[in-house]
């Protein structure tokens, strides 16, 4: 795996709504199409969220999941990976429902609560497709994001334990870090670590490269050879962290979950899209992206045969 780079792609989120962008994916036939093409231009990873096909709202029915994830498995050989984040204001059974059908080779796991806002975009927006966009949006200025201690602790049993799935671990600050070192601590996940550093949204790190260069040094002295390093800048800081990291020695993510936006004010039409323009600057920097076999390999994978769908 000398020089080559895990490319995720996070094809709709929980944030985003249908008002921010016509190309965000809504309806199971989009996401699946979307994640498709992601895979076509080169994401070895495919991080999935579902939305209600009605309204465009964060939902973590499994039934909704299990519409596209065997067309998805079908058509690629990516990685997918599942959130158990879901959307705000879900409770942890809700935001754990579609892994324990699917039982995925991943789920996201994020590593602590946090103020988690959005509300800025709120205000660059005066009509709204949808009558709950603008609420939910706004209403994260005044919640928190709830991953305690007791909740990390059952994804990893529940989930990690029960079904041999792995975990993209989500840092968003740099006490995430020491948060997961707890856990590796008592024996409750084992290497190798895949560690996703989140920049640049509101309650968490800055998206300035000085972070992204102490984040890795804290992960090198937490974690040494036993981890993976992956992260992704919010908004238009995405192709900047991402090439940082690449020229780093680590992985990167891409997608519409956290970026709109393919160049200064230019809506990116598709996942792909991202995929494409990160893959280019990789390989135009003298790397290679890796193919899911070798993701497979490197994280220590189940793999696809052995999954709920």
């Known amino acids: 795996m000398s020089g080559k780079v895990i490319i995720t792609c996070a094809i709709t989120g929980g944030i985003h709504t249908p008002t921010m962008s016509p190309h965000l994916p809504i309806t199971p036939q989009e996401i699946a199409t979307s994640a498709i093409e992601a895979a076509e231009a080169g994401a070895a990873i495919i991080h999935l969220h579902a939305r209600d096909p009605e309204t465009g709202r964060p939902r973590q029915d499994p039934d909704l999941f299990m519409q596209f994830l ?3 498995k079908q058509s690629t050989d990516a990685v997918l990976n599942l959130t158990t984040g879901g959307g705000l204001g879900m409770t942890l059974d809700e935001r754990l429902a579609p892994a324990h059908r699917a039982k995925p080779e991943v789920t996201s796991l994020n590593m602590g609560s946090m103020n988690f806002s959005v509300a800025q975009l709120a205000r660059k927006f005066t009509e709204w497709k949808f009558d709950w966009e603008k609420s939910y949006v706004e209403n994260s200025w005044s919640t928190i994001y709830p991953n305690s201690f007791d909740m990390i602790e059952r994804i990893m049993v529940e989930v990690g334990q029960a ?10 600050d740099l006490g995430h870090l020491y948060n997961l070192k707890q856990f590796v601590d008592r024996g409750l996940v084992e290497p190798p670590f895949f560690i996703q550093g989140v920049f640049g949204i509101a309650g968490g790190m800055g998206a ?7 984040f890795k040094q804290t992960a090198d002295r937490l974690f040494g050879s036993d981890y993976r390093l992956s992260s992704f800048g919010i908004g238009k800081a995405q192709m900047g962290f991402l090439t940082m990291t690449a020229l780093m020695g680590g992985n990167v993510r891409v997608g519409l979950e ?3 936006y393919i160049g200064r004010g ?4 598709s996942n792909a899209e991202q995929v494409t323009k990160i893959r280019r600057i990789i390989e135009e920097l003298g790397m ?11 994280l220590g994978l189940k793999g696809g045969d052995k999954v709920g769908f």
């Open 70 to 72: 065997p067309r998805i």
């Open 163 to 172: 079904y041999g799935t792995r975990f993209e671990f989500e840092c968003y």
């Open 208 to 214: 300035e490269l000085d972070n992204l260069m102490f």
């Open 258 to 260: 956290d970026s709109l």
């Open 266 to 269: 230019k809506l990116a039409k």
């Open 288 to 298: 290679e992206i890796a193919t899911p076999a070798e993701a497979r390999e490197v």
